[in-house]
């Protein structure tokens, strides 16, 4: 646990994926989970080339508590970026939408205008074939061949613009925690739970310092004053995760846990805001 997980290899294609894609783009539009921005934001960001104009969407945000959500986004804006925060099931704000066109007049040359080309990036799992869904239709079709630009992406036709998914090119933060409380979000890429049991008394306990307990709390009808452990076990008997002689099988009672907070089942939930320090140092 805290150990710290590099992949060097990994990590280095990625960025020179990033750099590759970068000169041809006029935008990339970075999404990040609401619950969890500096969670799900990318180490491989912090030096993208600087003529990269990058946004930020905040997606999920039906998942997190809104008024946190506003605190990251107006904290996100004095850093200079433009940011939006959306439940993507229901689309893409219009604004957003307005914004992206509106970079089409400055990037003619020669008044011959062309589309606007954005890359939706994001560490895994946080929306961006969603948002690329929901920019350009669902049964849009992909374009082929846009001349000069980074072979083996497919582009998609919006009004204006055209988009590319890049799944793989921005990973998340290499510590182990992080890739564990990713799981807490329904984020994490591979393998990175020991033990359910573990596991899950970890997110309770951190659920508890930050007094986050009182959805998950109403939403299962149990007491979360008690040990992680206890807890735990309340949970598997009031999810029926019980095994024969009446014992709870906390290894299911874990799992069922993890998923169903990281699904939203649970309530809304943020778990870092701008002003503390990552969320993921206080875990051993
Ligand atoms: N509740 C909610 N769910 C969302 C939202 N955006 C995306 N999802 C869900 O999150 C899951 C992941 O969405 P994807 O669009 O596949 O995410 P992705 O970033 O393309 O994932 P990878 O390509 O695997 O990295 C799906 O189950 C989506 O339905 C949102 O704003 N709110
Ligand atoms: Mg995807």
Redesign the pocket.
């Given at each position: 646990m805290g150990r710290t997980v590099w992949y060097p290899g990994h990590m280095a294609k990625g960025r020179r994926r990033l750099e590759a894609l970068s000169g041809q783009l006029d935008l990339l539009l970075e999404?990040r989970d609401a619950r969890a921005p500096r969670l799900t934001s990318s180490p491989a960001l912090l030096d993208a080339p600087e003529k990269l104009s990058v946004w930020i969407l905040l997606?999920?945000?039906?998942?997190a508590d809104s008024s946190i959500t506003s605190d990251w986004t107006e904290y996100l804006r004095r850093s200079g970026r433009r940011v939006w925060a959306?439940?993507?099931?229901n689309g893409v704000p219009q604004t957003l939408r307005r914004a992206i066109e509106e970079l089409r007049p400055s990037t003619s040359s020669n008044r011959v205008y062309r589309d606007v080309r954005v890359a939706v990036a994001?560490t895994?799992?946080?929306?961006?074939?969603?948002l690329l869904n929901r920019l350009v239709g669902r049964r849009a079709a992909a374009v082929g061949g846009v001349p000069g630009v980074t072979k083996g992406v497919s582009w998609f036709k919006g009004h204006g613009y055209i988009v590319v998914?890049t799944?793989g090119i921005l990973d998340p933060h290499s510590d182990a925690r992080v890739h564990r409380m990713l799981a807490w979000i329904s984020s994490s890429k591979g393998q990175v739970i020991g033990s359910w049991t573990n596991h899950a008394c970890e997110c309770i306990g951190f659920l508890q310092r930050h007094n986050m307990t009182s959805g998950v709390a109403s939403a299962l009808e149990i007491d979360m004053s008690g040990s992680p452990a206890d807890i735990l076990e309340a949970v598997g008997r009031r999810l029926g995760r019980v095994i024969r002689g009446g014992r709870v099988d906390l290894e299911a009672s874990g799992k069922v846990f993890i998923e169903s907070l990281g699904s939203?089942k649970l309530g809304r939930l943020s778990f870092e805001r701008p002003e503390s320090p990552p969320p993921w140092s206080e875990l051993q």
């Open positions: 999404v997606s999920k945000a039906d998942l959306a439940d993507l099931s994001g895994p799992n946080v929306g961006k074939s969603t998914d799944p939203g």
